[in-house]
């Protein structure tokens, strides 16, 4: 026989709007990323701090905002009309101090490029560009360390 719980306590977080808690999630899976709980992370076989390896990225998006250090709203398509666009990019380790590049294109020209500096045991980077009017069309933000090698290439757009 199941009867009703009368007396039972309140589950944590319930009384919150979707909202609410869908930023309570992505901070809190942000918080694990950041700690290495979540998602490839830990040591790598080619790169390790004992043998001065390069830093390993571990995770990279183009988002509309940061909140916490955490990308909000991450994706391939952007309305001209939020006015700025962001890349993130999360390294660990990071074995020594190190410069990655984010180099922005439009339509495969060269907009801008942001030298980011890393330091150990790991590091988040952003960087972001303004958006105008006739920005609209396809873009992509190639990640780099200074040797020029090319970690990660991501690829969004811009529309009205």
């Known amino acids: 026989?199941?009867?009703?719980?009368?007396?039972?306590?309140?589950?944590?977080?319930?009384h919150c709007r979707p909202a609410r808690r869908?930023?309570?999630?992505?901070?809190?899976?942000?918080?694990?990323?950041?700690?290495?709980?979540?998602?490839?992370?830990?040591?790598?076989?080619?790169?390790?701090?004992?043998?001065?390896?390069?830093?390993?990225l571990v995770h990279s998006s183009v988002?509309?905002?940061?909140y916490a250090f955490t990308p909000v709203n991450s994706g391939v398509v952007f309305s001209v009309e939020r006015g700025s666009i962001m890349c993130f990019t999360a390294f660990d380790p990071v074995p020594a101090e190190a410069v990655v590049y984010h180099e922005w294109y439009r339509r495969d020209r060269p907009i801008a490029t942001?030298?980011?500096?890393?330091?150990?045991?790991?590091?988040?980077t952003v960087s972001s560009v303004?958006?105008?009017?006739?920005?609209?069309g396809p873009w992509r933000v190639e990640i780099k360390l200074e040797n020029g090698k090319l970690l990660r290439t991501l690829r969004f757009s811009v529309i009205d």
Do not use: Y
């Open 114 to 124: 942001h030298k980011l500096h890393l330091k150990p045991p790991r590091w988040s």
């Open 130 to 136: 303004q958006l105008r009017d006739a920005d609209k």
């Open 63 to 66: 988002s509309e905002a940061l």
């Open 22 to 56: 869908r930023a309570i999630c992505r901070l809190a899976v942000g918080l694990l990323l950041a700690v290495g709980l979540l998602g490839p992370g830990g040591s790598s076989a080619e790169s390790s701090p004992e043998d001065g390896g390069e830093p390993v």
């Open 1 to 14: 026989m199941n009867l009703p719980l009368r007396n039972t306590p309140p589950i944590p977080g319930a």
